[in-house]
């Protein structure tokens, strides 16, 4: 059984994955030769792509082959139709592109990055890759002990609010209560 074609954008779509959706445009119906085209833009990245007609509405499909190469990250959008050197903006939004399952990406948080990096550093002083280390372009090069212990520690509470948070979001229990019964 084949799933339903969804007719909105999608918020969020993975690299390596078959982007589909149907758009409806009562005022720019496909049939009248009008064509519809995306625009997905980062910082950093531009994507687009078109849709194909299909009578009066339009298919959007992207190959997996084509969104394999996508750089993840958060985008805005925009929709766009054209016909005879006429273009109208019929939609705009954000999505997020998340890497493919197969891609090496590091998704730790910035707290867990540099809390590895000075756990790293305070097991092995003379680990010359853990003594000097560079996050969002910011270079770390041997400091004082007592001032890393001090970052130790805030990385740590930091690590474990960005834990106790994930674990709500999952309906966990967050491991930092705890429930105390009082009985007669």
Do not use: C
């Not at 909105?8 to 119906?29: F, Q, S, V």
Request: charged letters at 20%; glycine letters at 6%.
């Amino acid at each position: 059984m084949a799933a339903n074609t969804p007719t909105t954008e999608p918020n969020a779509l993975i690299a390596g994955d078959t982007a589909k959706w149907l758009k409806t445009l009562t005022d720019y119906p496909a049939s009248e030769g009008w064509t519809l085209s995306y625009s997905l833009v980062s910082a950093a990245n531009r994507i687009n792509f078109s849709a194909s007609a299909s009578g009066d509405i339009y298919l959007v499909a992207v190959p997996a082959a084509t969104t394999t190469a996508w750089v993840s990250g958060a985008y805005e959008w925009r929709a766009q139709v054209s016909k005879s050197g006429e273009v109208f903006t019929v939609a705009t939004g954000s999505i997020v592109v998340q890497p493919s399952f197969g891609s090496a990406v590091d998704n730790r948080s910035h707290a867990r990055k540099a809390l590895a990096n000075i756990e790293a550093y305070l097991e092995n002083a003379g680990n010359l890759s853990a003594a000097s280390y560079e996050i969002a372009g910011r270079k770390l090069q041997r400091i004082a002990l007592p001032e890393l212990l001090t970052l130790r520690d805030k990385y740590k509470v930091e690590v474990n609010r960005e834990e106790a948070a994930s674990n709500v979001g999952r309906n966990l229990p967050d491991r930092r209560r705890i429930m105390v019964r009082f009985g007669a």
